[in-house]
């Protein structure tokens, strides 16, 4: 029993690293679409992040028996779950803040109990319901900045529904890793599923006008490094080894460190806090709170 409780902490220390990085992937992706487009931003981010997948996970990939690999999975996550997700969260961001987007993500522990039953046919209770309509009156203020009259006012922010696609096709990813990986190892589930989203990004470039190049700062190379190898190889290692050792239902509440981790260095970075940000943050995470009772 103890070594039980012992390796459930170990994962759920997992869990929460990846989610303080995730936090922090807002600020390294905003950085960098400063000097290059969505795709070439998501390009660096999967190079980054599946050469050290690559160099780390080698001795495990050899070994790999192909005849086992859930391919099915691998596709979905690969180009829904991680290419799809990315798309909208980095076209997402050219119209949004940092904390907008990370508060808009830190729906997903909803997303994904709802996904979760309706694809695992897990439970669903009436704190679910509540919880739910909680949150969604939270993004909702959110989305409005507060004012619900801008919905009819035309001055919604396209960025922040691009965010919302995403956190829905991040909570699939959740579910899927679940469901697919079967007896593949967490090293070779992950590296392929990121190569493949690799190869989305590369084909999506190749059609890019302004293609890819290395002409960039300094600090674009720190944040494109941070945010592959740190913000992808580690915390999707970390991330999906959790979820599939604890669960889909029971990690998502861990996405709830993701806008505080963003917050914490936002303000270290000089960005705006504004009251309905706290209002709907508030919102959200109480929603969470009665979501999981």
Not at 19 to 47: D, V
Not at 108 to 132: D, E
Not at 229 to 241: H, M, P, R, S, V
């Amino acid at each position: 029993m103890t070594n039980h409780k012992n390796s459930a902490v170990f994962y759920n220390l997992y869990l929460l690293i990846a989610a303080i990085f995730w936090g922090m992937n807002f600020h390294f992706a905003k950085f960098m679409l400063n000097e290059s487009s969505f795709a070439e931003s998501g390009t660096w981010r999967y190079i980054f992040g599946v050469v050290p997948l690559i160099v780390f996970s080698w001795n495990t990939i050899k070994t790999t028996n192909f005849k086992l690999l859930p391919i099915k999975g691998i596709l979905l996550i690969g180009f829904v779950g991680l290419f799809g997700f990315n798309i909208f969260f980095f076209m997402g961001l050219q119209y949004t803040s940092s904390l907008n987007a990370a508060l808009i993500v830190s729906l997903n522990p909803i997303t994904t109990i709802f996904l979760s039953k309706a694809i695992l046919k897990t439970k669903l209770t009436k704190h679910h319901i509540l919880g739910a309509s909680i949150s969604l009156i939270g993004v909702l203020f959110l989305v409005t900045k507060g004012n619900i009259s801008n919905f009819s006012m035309g001055k919604l922010n396209i960025g922040d529904f691009m965010i919302l696609i995403a956190n829905f096709l991040f909570g699939l990813h959740h579910v899927w890793v679940k469901q697919y990986r079967g007896q593949v190892s967490n090293q070779q589930f992950t590296t392929f599923t990121n190569v493949i989203c690799l190869v989305g990004f590369l084909f999506l470039i190749s059609f890019h006008e302004n293609g890819i190049t290395i002409d960039h700062s300094n600090m674009y190379w720190i944040n494109a490094i941070g945010i592959g190898c740190f913000g992808t190889a580690l915390a999707y290692i970390l991330w999906n080894e959790g979820v599939y050792r604890i669960g889909a239902n029971k990690a998502g509440i861990f996405m709830n460190m993701v806008p505080l981790a963003t917050a914490i260095t936002g303000f270290f970075l000089g960005d705006s806090f504004e009251f309905f940000h706290l209002t709907s943050g508030f919102l959200i995470l109480f929603g969470i709170f009665v979501f999981k009772r």
